[in-house]
């Protein structure tokens, strides 16, 4: 009872919420499916009286942020550009992505370091009966920030899962300022399932067999992990094991299907950590109140550390380009950001680290430009704006439809070669030429 009214006392309209921010001013808002709409668009509303006010966001999912449409008020800075963000920044000069390595954020935010103190708008699931807002499908770093948010608001939205975890996965109604609530239909933001292609299905099947009994695996976003998801759900594997960053669709096939038994993972037993999820409505109810997987700060999923406690592990993370050097583009065209770091580097240092681990980077061998003109993804050499996300050192596994090959310890001129076996057949010889020319082709390599 005593929590029931502390919540009437802190219920606020999202006008009132929206008045607290001043010209300047920093505003978190919650990333993912914490983004927050009725706030959100209050705040938008108060554009032409506000100047120089920062957001910090990551992956924004639809519907587009309405503080988006006003540049002249406010600088939108995304941790992780999706789709959308790509969307909105072709049309916004004032949307910059911000890079990190992802476990590290808490620890960063803890030490006083990024934005300065703030004020925080997350969407939540409604409040129980102990006084507690479950964060949803977004643990990540978000109660880290709401300890540093000078003001913490909660936008309360009906129908958003309830995740169990895990740590971290709430927050009391005592650590909350205000409570905005939103009506009825106010969820998470379901996300349609992609369906793979055929060089991704090929990819797909290039990695199976690296898949055994016990391993503990890591999916991505897109139509090729739920692709591998398909193929596991399929497969004879037994007792594997999810530790990952983003929960995905893939994972409700493996363990609707029995083969995910987590009981040979080395902590976790019986369930799969995570840190944030992204898919279908499908998905969402599947996670809802669902001891099967639990929800865990980034710091904890994303820790190479933590990673490498588990054997086996098996990373599977794409990319958009990788060079004969074996550096990989996962990120930018040229000067263009198309998604960011994200847990990428954290995920294949982890795996390598782990006692028989894998880390697969993936990739199809071309892409369709915008004038209809087949594009290799494998490249002489980056061109100068070309992110680097991860280095050559650390790459294990490369992948395409044309073969998987193990990188790691081999020198230049064998990964050239190696690489080069990867590519589309008419790309093949003139990057056997192009190597030759960078001095990383020997006489003696296969023609």
Not at 232 to 252: I, K, N, P, W
Not at 289 to 295: K, L, Y
Not at 320 to 328: A, K, N, P
């Amino acid at each position: 009872m005593a929590y029931e009214t502390e919540y009437r006392e802190k219920r606020r309209k999202p006008e009132e919420v929206a008045a607290l921010v001043k010209p300047g001013d920093v505003v978190d808002y919650g990333f993912f499916n914490g983004k927050p709409v009725l706030c959100d668009a209050a705040l938008a509303a108060r554009a032409a009286e506000l100047q120089g006010v920062e957001i910090y966001a990551a992956v924004t999912l639809p519907p587009v942020p309405e503080v988006v449409k006003h540049p002249r008020s406010f600088t939108y800075n995304d941790f992780q550009y999706s789709k959308l963000t790509r969307m909105i920044a072709a049309q916004n000069p004032m949307v910059f992505y911000n890079p990190i390595l992802y476990h590290l954020a808490p620890y960063q935010l803890d030490a006083g370091l990024g934005p300065r103190r703030a004020i925080g708008f997350y969407r939540v699931a409604p409040m129980d009966r102990h006084g507690f807002f479950n964060l949803g499908p977004q643990n990540s770093e978000t109660r880290t920030k709401m300890k540093r948010d000078e003001i913490v608001v909660v936008e309360v939205a009906p129908d958003m899962p309830v995740c169990l975890g895990g740590a971290e996965e709430s927050v009391h109604i005592r650590e909350v300022d205000y409570v905005v609530e939103a009506p009825e239909g106010h969820g998470a933001f379901p996300m349609p399932a992609e369906e793979a292609s055929p060089e991704e299905i090929r990819i797909a099947e290039h990695i199976l067999p690296h898949i055994q009994d016990g391993s503990v695996l890591q999916l991505g976003i897109g139509a090729l992990p739920n692709q591998i998801g398909k193929m596991v759900a399929q497969s004879g594997l037994r007792d594997l094991g999810g530790h990952t960053e983003m929960f995905c669709d893939a994972y409700v096939d493996i363990l609707e299907s029995g083969r995910m038994s987590g009981r040979k993972k080395a902590f976790d037993r019986g369930r799969v950590a995570y840190t944030f999820a992204i898919g279908t409505q499908r998905m969402y109810d599947f996670l809802h109140q669902n001891p099967a997987a639990a929800s865990y700060p980034v710091h904890y999923t994303n820790d190479p550390r933590v990673i490498a406690r588990h054997d086996n592990f098996v990373s599977v993370c794409s990319a958009l380009e990788v060079d004969l050097y074996g550096q990989v583009n996962a990120e930018s065209a040229l000067f263009r950001q198309i998604s960011g770091n994200g847990g990428m580097f954290d995920f294949v240092l982890g795996a390598q680290w782990s006692r028989g681990g894998k880390s697969f980077i993936c990739l199809t061998s071309t892409y369709t430009d915008g004038e209809g003109k087949l594009r290799s993804r494998i490249l002489p050499n980056f061109q100068p704006g070309t992110i680097v996300t991860i280095p050559r050192q650390m790459v294990d596994f490369l992948v395409t439809e044309y073969g998987c090959v193990r990188l790691a310890t081999m020198p230049t001129w064998q990964r050239a070669e190696a690489i080069v076996s990867l590519a589309h057949p008419d790309f093949r010889e003139g990057l056997i030429q192009a190597a030759a020319k960078q001095g990383i082709w020997r006489p003696s390599n296969r023609k």
